[in-house]
């Protein structure tokens, strides 16, 4: 048997962890998980054939290696329909599992524009033939983000408009406002099935306006009093 000094730790490298960029900062927050919520605004959900009342939040994942920080987004490969979706990003410095709503926003550390892409055409083979939405949503660069502004800068945001633009024309356009679920209550939700950690983020869903992507075009995401991020499809 080899010295264990001799051996390292790990049989293969490990992979660079996932991370975001801080605004105003040379200093990174460490991405574990991404969560994502389905339909959280009424008007996205009626532009996808749904009911807009409020129904029990839904949600999905995506790996943290979707983390993409842009300027550049690659083309996704086996599509011919991809969709941008503006989103509320929230980063957690806590976990916990059966988080109060009351006390959820103690469990964040700050805020990102992102943008959950989306394979739309996969995503509708995937729900016609009740497959997973995983090679819809969870792709290499699927999640770009911008850098995150953290609670002690910005504080809460509870309103405050979201919109994206694309070649300088506007495509989606709410209010946080608008959200169905607010960000204690999606914490809350979704601590009763995970096990949240520090690092974990969320997700919070689309206003209306999703809609497809070329490759060349410029897109630039803003959230009022959060920041902005802006893509080159390449
Ligand atoms: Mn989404």
Known sequence: ???SQDEPLWVITPPPGARLPVQGSDRFFPVNRIFCIG???AAHAVEMGHDPDREAPFFFLKAAGSISPGPRFPWPTETADLHHEVELVVALSKGGSGIAARDALDHVWGYGV???MTRRDLQAEAKKLGRPWDVAKSFDHSAPCGPLLPVTAGGHP????ITLDVNGQRR????LNQ???KTPEI???LSRYFTLEAGDIIMTGTPAGV??????DDVTARIEGIGALSLSVV
């Open 1 to 3: 048997m080899a010295d």
């Open 39 to 41: 339909r959280n605004y």
């Open 114 to 116: 992102g943008i959950d």
């Open 158 to 161: 509870v309103a405050g408009a």
């Open 172 to 175: 989606q356009e709410g209010d």
């Open 179 to 181: 959200m169905i679920w």
């Open 187 to 189: 914490i809350a939700t």
């Open 211 to 216: 809609g497809p992507l070329q490759r060349g």
